[in-house]
């Protein structure tokens, strides 16, 4: 910032009460003017959900890349690390007991976010970090620059408290097949000896679409019917409701139940909309709603 303009931007205020305002999850994820992926379907939900969130962009783009031309830019990574200082000088991430991070958008920002995650952790002040690394899938392969997968393999793994990997992230990080179930758990339990206490893996082939849950001692599967439609945004609202639910004090395997009902019923509302981008307010209704789960976890 210009000395000019922060002259102009910084200034005393009369009579503002001196006590810090509440944040209980940090979230680092892309913005987009139109439509719902990385912050953009993530906090929203989290709001919905009473999260009181710290947002922090690592894209300003018009849109997603599903459409014929999008403007904008990758926020280039000294303006993320500002942004995270920024963060610390109000001392937001000593107090926020939750951290959620997502798309990067160049591996100069993954590099940039875990310089800060490691200094927090060096401090004692980084919250549970949940870990969304996200990579690609697999109907278009990977779409973030390949140096990304080493900053998330050797970086932020060994500090993340739980992941969610899609199938195709999953085996990318792992190195093994996960693209089936069986596969699957072993690739999830590869990850648990870098450093996370949970993977939650999506996405993966089975009787209908398969969710994991895998912990340290015990495993669950959540399965959910497929449905015929390719919007973006739903891994972001599905680590977004999983934090939610965490941060009400539910279990893992209660967190999940309640993040794919929200999810899956998005998609539903998506769909009978008719609607080009995902209904990102229907899921906080579905997935609170009480009574027995939609899409149970199960045991293995």
């Not at 810090?20 to 439509?35: E, F, I, K, N, R």
């Not at 920002?109 to 870990?131: I, K, Q, S, V």
């Not at 669950?220 to 941060?247: I, K, M």
């Not at 893992?252 to 009902?261: G, K, N, Q, S, V």
Request: with cysteine; glycine share 8%; net charge negative.
């Amino acid at each position: 910032m210009s000395q000019t303009l922060e002259s102009r931007l910084v200034h005393e205020r009369g009579n503002r009460p001196s006590g810090p305002t509440p944040v209980d999850l940090v979230s680092v994820q892309s913005q987009l003017a139109y439509g719902h992926a990385g912050n953009s379907a993530a906090v929203p939900v989290l709001r919905m959900l009473g999260v009181r969130v710290a947002e922090v962009p690592t894209t300003l783009l018009s849109n997603t890349p599903f459409y014929p031309s999008m403007r904008g830019k990758v926020l280039p990574a000294d303006w993320l690390a500002d942004l995270l200082h920024g963060l610390d000088e109000r001392a937001v991430s000593a107090r926020a007991r939750m951290l959620v991070s997502g798309y990067f958008g160049s591996v100069a920002n993954g590099e940039a976010f875990a310089d800060w995650l490691e200094a927090c952790h060096a401090a004692g002040t980084m919250p549970r970090y949940l870990l969304d690394p996200v990579i690609g899938d697999t109907h278009t392969g990977a779409y973030v620059e390949p140096g990304l997968e080493d900053v998330f393999a050797r970086r932020l793994l060994p500090l993340a408290w739980m992941v969610t990997p899609n199938a195709f992230e999953l085996e990318r990080l792992s190195g093994h097949p996960a693209l089936r179930e069986a596969d699957a758990l072993v690739a999830a339990r590869i990850l648990l000896q870098r450093g996370p206490e949970w993977v939650l893996a999506h996405s993966v082939v089975g009787e209908g679409l398969v969710a994991l849950l895998v912990g340290h001692h015990q495993a669950w599967r959540l399965c959910s019917p497929h449905l015929d439609l390719d919007v973006a945004g739903t891994g972001d609202v599905l680590a977004a409701l999983v934090a939610a639910f965490l941060l009400r004090g539910e279990a893992p395997p209660r967190a999940a139940e309640r993040a794919l009902a929200g999810v899956h019923a998005a998609l539903e509302s998506t769909l009978a909309h008719g609607w080009e981008e995902l209904d990102v307010l229907a899921a906080p209704a579905a997935a609170l709603a009480d009574g027995p789960a939609r899409f149970p976890a199960v045991a293995l």
